[in-house]
């Protein structure tokens, strides 16, 4: 069934290690973005993990052998942890690939990034959740933090690192998708990330996309696939759509996916040649090639899936990954239920199991922000 050109399967078994894992080193925050799921508070939990066992668990990961897990230290706002840089010197010096993914506030300043650069990390998402400030400034609570993120964005790529946008989209930003597009191409990223918001911690209070919705956004992502490497967060059916894509299925796409490309077109005057050659997506979910530690170190399939798997200091975390029973039911899509079950793109797909948890209550269910329905 797969495509082998329009999805790059791993070169490893999910099931013995992760591609990424994220690492939550601390829920300390200075923003109050309307959408965060880790409902992030100024202070640092009193437990989260210390930098020794921080070091323990980069050992442990390391430990997965080649090829390494990419680590992704996450927040809250990592740059609130004063041992950041030993963190990633750290991880580093044993091998891992280290990228991060700070907040803008006034922790992000150029010699920040040279030290953390000089320590080994070697990418750094921003977010951007609108393509103008009032839009922007409004989900992260805090004015003036969209021309913050452009200047830092300018500071990262600077500073050396490989620069990604990652954009959350809801029913109040999703016309501005276009212009985002416009503003991070400008921005030289490598990786526009964009993210189909689960409705769980601080964004139960916005309005998700409706599945069409979400589809139309996916051919949208596709067919922009050539002027910037795209990332679909919380959406694998954009896997389904690329495969759909590369077979030549007929698709009825609305009136979001025709608004989106009249408003993309003015990014190709002039330019009739292929851009780039789109970056087909990765297959990897939830449990599966991926998962995410907390921080007090409670291990989740995703930060977006709410199910504890166990806790880095009570259990090895590559033990954890590999055995785990609800990391394991994951990698089965056989065990999905309702249409996922079904589905002839469950095994490269397998739907968002956030958003399956976040609305059904079963992990295992149907993801309801997918249009597709098998032939019978
Ligand atoms: S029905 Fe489920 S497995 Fe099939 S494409 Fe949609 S989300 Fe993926």
Known sequence: MTDQRAVRQLRHDP???????IWEVTRACALVCR?????????AHPRQLTTEQG??????????????????LTGGDPFERPDLAELVSYGT?????VALSPSVTPRLTPDVLADLRAAG?????????????????????????????????RWVKEAGFR?????????ANVAELPDVLRTVIGLDASLWSVFFLVPTGRGTALTPLSAPGVEDVLHWMHDVSDLIAVKATEAPHYRRVAIQRARGDHVELGELYQRLTAATASLRL??????????????????RGFAFID?????????????????????????????????????????????????????????????????TGDVLGSDPTCVYVAAS
């Open 15 to 21: 099931a013995d290690r992760p591609l990424i894992t």
């Open 35 to 43: 959408h965060c799921r880790a409902d992030a508070q100024t202070r």
């Open 55 to 72: 070091r323990a668990l980069l050992a442990d990961i390391a430990g997965f052998g080649t090829p390494y897990p990419i680590v992704v």
């Open 93 to 97: 010096s044993l091998g891992l690939h």
């Open 121 to 153: 990390a070697v990418a750094m998402s921003l977010s951007l959740d609108g393509a103008a400030a009032a839009t922007h400034d409004s989900f992260r609570g805090v004015p003036g933090v969209f021309d913050d993120t452009l200047r830092a964005a």
């Open 163 to 171: 620069l990604q946008v990652n954009t959350t989209v809801t029913e």
């Open 270 to 287: 002039g330019r009739t040649e292929q851009l780039r050659r789109p970056r087909p997506p990765i297959d990897v979910n939830s449990g």
């Open 295 to 359: 921080h007090l170190g409670d291990v989740y399939p995703s930060g977006f899936l709410p199910q504890r798997c166990g806790n880095v200091t009570e259990q090895g975390f590559r033990e954890l990954y590999r055995t785990d029973p609800l990391l394991r039911s994951l990698r089965d899509p056989s065990a999905f239920h309702g249409k996922c079950g079904t589905c002839e793109f469950r095994e490269v797909c397998g739907g968002s199991r956030s958003h399956a948890y976040a609305v």
